[in-house]
T-cell receptor
């Protein structure tokens, strides 16, 4: 199957700092990538859609100034958590759809665990 | 808004037992995916079912798509401790989220040795 990779897999930062998480599609090009947040024992919550060459589309209730998304190339999307606070601590996951397949499958990154002290 | 009801939410059984996880909806999906997620990792695609009534097998896992493409089940035979994880179903249709999918809330499965 298609491969999506995230980096870093975990990060610890101080309150007030910014953290960048990268999401790469390794063997296909993705004009669109998706970012999720997952709380313990819960399912995935879609945060935003990252669009290559244009602005991201945010889900209702997600602060776009807090979660900056950049999709500068067809294989890379980044999520920057700005001025992070402890309540931003969570598991962040990205996904992308392989254009070579038409069954709607999403391929997920390994996830990034953010802990804000 | 489409909903995909997944049950049970939590399940803890002994190694060697059988189990079934269900995903039900009143909506029709063009396809349905099952994912497994282990702690600290992203979801991994297990299978995609597309045709109503379709049955797919992946070793000890059997996936079925309902005839009307509104529901699906995952049956695990002789569960092993390595089957422990969060199982997510996700239906694809135009009524889903921006990612095109409607996710179930997940089934947390624990297989005890």
């Amino acid at each position: 199957g298609a491969v999506v990779s995230q980096h870093p897999s975990w990060v610890i930062c101080k309150s007030g700092t910014s953290v960048k998480i990268e999401c790469r599609s390794l063997d296909f090009q993705a004009t669109t990538m998706f970012w999720y947040r997952q709380f313990p024992k819960q399912s995935l919550m879609l945060m935003a859609t990252s669009n290559e060459g244009s602005k991201a589309t945010y889900e209702q209730g997600v602060e776009k100034d807090k979660f900056l998304i950049n999709h500068a190339s067809l294989t890379l999307s980044t999520l920057t958590v700005t001025s992070a606070h402890p309540e931003d601590s969570s598991f962040y996951i990205c996904s992308a759809r392989d254009p070579r397949q038409n069954t709607g499958e999403l391929f997920f990154g390994e996830g990034s665990r953010l802990t804000v002290l | 808004t489409q909903l995909l009801e997944q049950s049970p939410q939590f399940l803890s059984i002994q190694e060697g037992e059988n189990l079934t996880v269900y995903c039900n909806s009143s909506s029709v999906f063009s396809s349905l995916q099952w994912y497994r997620q282990e702690p600290g990792e992203g979801p991994v695609l297990l299978v995609t079912v597309v045709t109503g009534g379709e049955v797919k097998k992946l070793k000890r896992l059997t996936f079925q798509f309902g005839d009307a493409r509104k529901d699906s089940s995952l049956h695990i035979t002789a569960a092993q401790t390595g089957d422990t994880g969060l199982y997510l179903c996700a239906g694809k249709d135009s009524g889903g989220g921006a990612d095109g999918l409607t996710f179930g809330k997940g089934t947390h499965l624990i297989i005890q040795p």
